[in-house]
């Protein structure tokens, strides 16, 4: 089934500002992971985060955890025009070797 | 370090023809290896993961099927593809419970 469910499905805004895109799931989780994808391209890790850490940054990037409400959100600041890529969230569940689940994804467009 | 590879890159294949994708790892030793599937702007669907050697297990029933004849290497098969199967194939490496690192992917099209 499907777990995350990132939003907006597609975001296009001016180089320089700022994008968030949110993602919610439905049961508990051991970690969050955020990826970057470029068209036709791998997948590219960004970030991850604990089930028991409420933020966490690299770079440009910041990602927020909030397990009662079973949401997390990415936030790009100072966005650049290679950064246009689409953005998913994956959850993994405790337990076991399980993998992935995966979002529909945030196709985010940076205008020059 | 870690490099993930897979190949082919890309694969145009008739309806009904045999399947063999490879993945390899290298760097690092009794990796988790998983291959995941990716629909037309869709995210990523788990098909297949692996703890070990021989050990594989499926998430959802389809024409396809996985194998790890060694320790860093998985294998995705099909006896028959269907058009259904067309799509962008990933495979990726893990410790247990850690971060997934990504292969470049293998965009299969069945006609």
């Known amino acids: 089934s499907q777990q995350g469910e990132e939003d907006p499905q597609a975001l296009s805004i001016q180089e320089g500002e700022n994008a968030t895109m949110n993602c919610s799931y439905k049961?508990?989780?051991?970690?969050l992971q955020w990826y970057r994808q470029n068209s036709g391209r791998g997948l590219v890790h960004l970030i991850l985060i604990r089930s028991n850490e409420r933020e966490k940054h690299s770079g440009r990037l910041r990602v927020t955890l909030d397990t009662s409400k079973k949401s997390s959100s990415l936030l790009i600041t100072a966005s650049r025009a290679a950064d246009t890529a689409s953005y998913f969230c994956?959850?993994?569940?405790?337990?076991?070797?399980?993998?992935?689940?995966f979002g529909k994804g945030t196709h985010l467009i940076i205008q020059p | 370090s870690q490099t993930i590879h897979q190949w082919p890159a890309t694969l145009v294949q008739p309806v009904g023809s045999p399947l063999s994708l490879e993945c390899t790892v290298e760097?690092?030793?009794?990796?988790?290896l998983y291959w995941y599937r990716q629909a037309a702007g869709r995210g990523l669907q788990l098909l297949f993961y692996s703890v070990g050697i021989g050990q594989i297990s499926s998430e959802v029933p389809q024409n396809l099927s996985a194998s790890r004849p060694q320790d860093r290497q998985f294998i995705l098969s099909s006896k028959k593809l269907l058009l259904s199967d067309s799509g962008f194939y990933l495979c990726a490496w893990s410790r247990p419970q850690e971060t997934q690192y990504f292969g470049p992917g293998t965009r299969l099209l069945v006609l």
């Open positions: 049961t508990s989780i051991n970690n």
């Open positions: 994956a959850t993994r569940r405790g337990g076991g070797a399980d993998g992935l689940t």
């Open positions: 760097g690092t030793s009794n990796p988790n």
